[in-house]
């Protein structure tokens, strides 16, 4: 299975490309970034760019599966603009070339409670990129709904921090819900098992669905 892979560079993007690389049923993977990882392998080719050209890219790298994991924050970019640019856009173009270059799946990670027509801009943004990759009719599309991600971040992130430290009781909450919070390895090992399983359709998944899928 040859996959493309955007985010790699994040919390759980990062988890996804060292479980695929570990993977027997993937042959290739083509990281797409602006910066280089520090990492290495035989099966990995890493893409460096700023997507700006996604649109002139070549299609005759067939491949089967996009994984999206991108994403940014408020803090990091604060222009509303810019931030939708990236996280809406950015999956888009990849979504709008994959189809062309005949992908046929795409997993994307999203957000507990997003929706194209929420008032908070985070969770909009997400509900519109959900909405706008489904409209691609791929043959599968596997949404990941995460709440609160446990992990360390190579960058600070004070208020996720305090939610991370809070979790564990706000968790006793959830009752095992959608908003339970689950580790990045953990969500990463459901994508990469979901990858390898290929199901077919459109799905959504929640918190009891990742564990169900690790199993």
């Not at 990995?44 to 924050?73: K, P, Y």
């Amino acid at each position: 299975m040859k996959i493309a892979l955007i985010g790699a560079s994040g919390l759980v993007g990062n988890h996804v490309l060292r479980l695929l690389i570990e993977s027997s049923f993937v042959t290739e993977i083509r990281s797409f970034g602006r910066q280089k990882l520090a990492i290495s392998a035989s099966k990995l080719v890493q893409i460096l760019t700023d997507f700006s050209d996604v649109e002139e890219w070549a299609r005759d790298w067939h491949f089967d599966v996009l994984i999206c994991c991108i994403g940014t924050t408020r803090k990091k970019t604060p222009d509303l603009s810019v931030y939708k640019t990236i996280d809406y856009g950015i999956t888009v173009r990849m979504a709008e070339w994959a189809k062309k270059s005949g992908c046929s799946s795409v997993h994307l990670i999203s957000s507990v409670s997003a929706n194209a027509t929420s008032r908070n801009f985070y969770l909009r943004i997400k509900g519109e990129t959900e909405e706008a990759l489904l409209s691609r009719g791929f043959t599968s599309f596997q949404i990941y709904r995460p709440g609160m991600l446990i992990g360390k971040r190579q960058e600070s992130r004070p208020a996720e921090w305090v939610g991370q430290k809070l979790s564990p009781f706000f968790d006793l909450f959830t009752f095992g819900g959608n908003y339970h919070s689950i580790s990045a390895v953990k969500l990463a090992q459901a994508i990469s098992n979901n990858v390898e399983k290929n199901p077919l359709g459109n799905r959504l998944l929640h918190y009891r669905d990742f564990l169900s899928v690790i199993k």
